[in-house]
């Protein structure tokens, strides 16, 4: 739990020594080396920046994905898989943001030998159950890398992803220790949209980024259909 709280402390780096996200219990876990995906499970490139007329997303890299090491803004084209077979997050249904998480690795994740090459522990946070703090075991491990969207095709950049992560691990820090949250008032809009306001303040001097960001709630229209 303390390694949680120096992470926040020291900005954003998803991949913790220690204890992996697909841990299902604290302090009951094999440690292992992080290793380079492999070229068989290496996900399709999405565009380094978002492209016109696409929908902007959020890619979210797994431990062994050498191509980015944190979440980074993408597109996807309207019919892209991650709006039909995506899976919405617990608490972002809860909060108020339609969020859509969509693995990349086709296989089924269960299926995939446990390692720590695949965990994906920002996906992992994000998909946590409001009541327990654990996700579900397929997003557990063999998670791999994913793209992150919004159900109504409005644009998510990372940085709302970010946000977004660091509210579930706030949450998770509840759970650890002790202080249960309350779904219908931790887990609430307005309680989202304090963390947010709070979150965006704090990093607004340091992050160009985070200076002129809109809100999630009061996010543009997606793109016009040609």
């Not at 159950?129 to 998670?143: I, L, N």
Request: with cysteine; net charge neutral; proline share 12%.
């Amino acid at each position: 739990m303390e390694a949680r709280r120096r992470q926040r402390r020291g900005g954003p780096q998803p991949r913790l020594e220690g204890r992996p996200a697909n841990a299902n219990q604290p302090g009951i876990y094999r440690q292992e080396a992080v290793r380079p995906l492999p070229s068989s499970a290496q996900p399709g490139a999405l565009p380094e920046a978002p492209i016109a007329g696409q929908v902007v997303c959020t890619y979210a890299p797994c431990s062994g994905d050498t191509s980015c090491r944190f979440f980074r803004t993408t597109s996807v084209p309207r019919d892209h898989a991650a709006f039909t077979k995506g899976v919405r997050s617990p608490i972002a249904a809860m909060v108020g943001l339609p969020l859509l998480v969509h693995r990349l690795d086709p296989r089924p994740s269960l299926s995939i030998p446990r390692s720590a090459t695949f965990d994906n522990q920002g996906v992992t946070y994000m998909m946590i159950d409001p009541h327990t703090g654990f996700a579900d075991s397929v997003w557990q491990q063999g998670v791999g890398s994913a793209v992150v969207v919004r159900a109504d095709r409005k644009p998510l950049p990372r940085a709302h992803v970010e946000a977004f992560w660091e509210f579930c691990t706030h949450l998770l820090d509840m759970f650890g220790d002790g202080d249960i949250p309350d779904p219908a008032k931790d887990m609430s809009p307005a309680a989202w949209q304090m963390f947010f306001d709070m979150y965006q303040a704090r990093h607004a001097d340091s992050r160009p980024e985070w200076r002129d960001m809109w809100r999630p709630w009061d996010a543009p229209p997606p793109p016009e259909v040609d």
